[in-house]
């Protein structure tokens, strides 16, 4: 079956105005809400259809297509409700752990060279956008106006409270970036810390904070 013929046959909840790089303007359903679709490359919709999991989101990304005026989340909202999460069966099961373990070669394949891009820069560099901490994940605003310091610190704790750890403990952080967890954790709770990084610039960092702390 065709992409627009299966747009055609799902397309029940809200209308989904599709637009094509030919110039082309169709439209699926006749609900609410009304959302848009733009696409700006042939092969951008046989390419999430064929992954869409993956595909989606990384055309996406990648400027292949857009939600128009109408907004991402709206144009989520329809296709996710056309397009519920499924259990695969038979054949698609086999797809799907070809395409898993696709994704598993390229992440032990490219994580280090990844990793190396991202990470191996100054520190300073980092300096410019993160917390004097260093933490690079999301912080958790307790309560509005605080900054982003302060936010971090607050993460640290919720961590360590979800966590309950007692001290002679010992705690794994795979991908400690800095050490700041690693540290606040080590300090406050008086566990052990092994943290892991494909960093080697926040490795040498994490371990030089670490022993000034002496932990």
């Not at 400027?63 to 038979?90: I, K, S, T």
């Not at 705690?171 to 606040?184: N, P, S, Y």
Request: net charge neutral.
């Amino acid at each position: 079956m065709g992409v627009l013929s299966q747009l055609e046959q799902k397309i029940h909840y809200g209308r989904l105005l599709l637009n094509l790089p030919n110039g082309a303007s169709l439209s699926f359903g006749d609900g609410n809400p009304e959302v848009e679709w733009v696409v700006h490359k042939p092969r951008t919709l046989s390419s999430i259809a064929r992954d869409p999991e993956v595909r989606l989101g990384e055309a996406y990304v990648n400027g292949e297509w857009d939600a128009g005026e109408c907004g991402l989340l709206p144009l989520l909202e329809v296709l996710l409700r056309n397009y519920p999460l499924e259990r695969p069966h038979g054949w698609q099961r086999a797809v799907q752990a070809i395409r898993q373990w696709q994704r598993q070669w390229n992440r032990l394949t490219q994580s280090k060279h990844n990793v190396v891009r991202h990470y191996g820069r100054e520190e300073e560099f980092f300096h410019y956008f993160l917390d004097p901490d260093l933490h690079y994940s999301c912080a958790y605003f307790e309560e509005p106006g605080i900054s982003l310091e302060q936010a971090q610190r607050a993460k640290c704790r919720h961590i360590m409270t979800k966590l309950l750890p007692e001290a002679g403990q010992r705690v794994l952080d795979i991908g400690c970036g800095w050490g700041g967890l690693d540290c606040f954790l080590a300090e406050r709770a008086g566990v052990d810390v092994t943290g892991l990084t494909l960093a080697d610039n926040q490795r040498q960092i994490a371990i030089q904070r670490a022993a000034q702390r002496g932990l």
